[in-house]
């Protein structure tokens, strides 16, 4: 049976003070391994527009 569990990021934001640490990357990194070890097939990211600036 295929697995439907799937995770989902909404509104990942990161302070401007705080950018360009690796922060919101370990975030993800970290999110994406345990949605693995939860049997999750694949994620999806929605950045914030504000992230972009």
Avoid: E
């Amino acid at each position: 049976m295929k697995s439907k569990l799937f995770g989902w990021f909404i509104t990942v934001y990161t302070l401007p003070q705080h950018r360009n640490n690796g922060i919101a990357h370990q975030l993800v990194d970290d999110v994406c391994s345990w949605l693995k070890d939860k049997g999750a097939k694949w994620a999806r990211l929605w950045s914030s527009s504000s992230a972009r600036k």
